[in-house]
């Protein structure tokens, strides 16, 4: 439990704590993700229902509870299945660095360096949008710092080819992002989508 939260302001050991360690991907599921996985939702949930998103001065727009929570489920059971297929996909992409990693060295390499990105979502809570924006970019800065430390330690290779597969890495997230943003409105276009109260 203490490496969750290691990482954060001892990067380099931390990491080399968890290769030494050798944690499987049940572990790393039970250790870290289950639970930093519900942040995002959770918060989101809270926002969305109670708080409302706000611009300028026009009312909040909410969505109904039911709403919310079948996009939070929904939410949930994305990151922790899309974690795994960004772990496979980095995984599958090793050996053009020249890396012998397991697939659970990639999949601790993903959690681990999405922890920033976890804690930011407590801000969802109360959505604010430049301040979220805001904080969101300095998670994700903290993010990519995190992989890029980590990647040379997980992966096992040197800090040259490192920075270029730490490269792939990001460029690989891009593109899921963007496939999930797709799906979300494959999804909305077929009538599963949020419901707003006014």
């Known amino acids: 439990m203490k490496n969750r939260f290691n990482i954060l302001y001892k990067p380099e050991d931390t990491w080399k704590h968890i290769k030494e360690k050798n944690f499987s991907i049940p572990q790393v599921y039970l250790r870290v993700l289950i639970v930093m996985a519900l942040l995002p939702p959770f918060f989101a949930f809270i926002g969305a229902v109670y708080s409302g998103w706000k611009i300028g001065n026009e009312d909040p ?3 109904t509870w ?16 899309g974690a795994y297929i960004f772990s496979r996909l980095i995984h599958w992409m090793a050996k053009t660095y020249g890396s ?12 681990y360096s999405c922890i920033p990105l976890f804690l930011v979502s407590v801000l969802s809570a109360y959505p604010v949008l430049w301040l979220d924006m805001l904080f969101t970019l300095v998670a994700v800065a903290f993010s990519v710092r995190l992989l890029f430390l980590g990647t040379p330690i997980m992966m096992g290779i040197g800090d040259e080819k490192a920075f270029f597969f730490s490269n792939s890495i990001i460029t690989v997230g891009l593109v899921l992002v963007v496939a999930a943003l797709a799906m979300s ?11 707003f109260t006014r």
């Open 66 to 81: 039911e709403s919310a929570l079948s996009i939070s489920i929904a939410a949930y059971l994305a990151i922790l299945v």
């Open 185 to 195: 409105v494959l999804f909305w276009a077929n009538g599963v989508g949020p419901v």
């Open 100 to 111: 012998d990693a397991s697939l659970s060295d990639c999949f601790a390499l993903v959690v």
């Open 61 to 63: 727009v909410k969505l």
